[in-house]
Nanobody, 125 residues
Framework: QVQLAASGGGLVQAGGSMRLSCAAS????????MAWFRQAPGKDRDFVAV????????YYGDFVKGRFTISRDNAKNTAYLQMDKLEPEDTAVYYC??????????????????WGQGTQVTVSS
């Protein structure tokens, strides 16, 4: 049974930083492309970042503008999202997700069958 546990959310002031973690279990982590999406109240779930299962390809949503970095540690079965220069508009629930051997750095949430429970990120102005 695949399980994804997102953590690291909380409250931060605008301009600050936060690192989210996604601990995976029940899967061969090194074979899964990992991604982060986010959803603000009343809005769609939007793509944030993805790292291919090979670890050599990443892709970000347009709004990231160099502020976020996605990474993975296969030895720890964990994916990370380092977020810097946070803005109030980044306030949302952040979800990690996984897809087996997804070949592209894909931003379409329909390609991801496994989802974590989400972690709340709140950025105050």
């Amino acid at each position: 049974q695949v399980q994804l546990a997102a953590s690291g959310g909380g409250l931060v002031q605008a301009g600050g930083s936060m690192r989210l973690s996604c601990a995976a279990s029940g899967l061969t982590f090194s074979k899964y492309t990992m991604a982060w999406f986010r959803q603000a109240p009343g809005k769609d779930r939007d793509f944030v970042a993805v790292i291919k299962w090979t670890g050599n390809s990443t892709y970000y949503g347009d709004f990231v503008k160099g502020r976020f970095t996605i990474s993975r540690d296969n030895a720890k079965n964990t994916a990370y999202l380092q977020m810097d220069k946070l803005e109030p508009e980044d306030t949302a629930v952040y979800y990690c997700t996984a897809s087996f051997l997804l070949s592209d750095a894909c931003s379409n949430r329909l390609n991801y069958p496994y989802w974590g429970q989400g972690t709340q990120v709140t950025v105050s102005s």
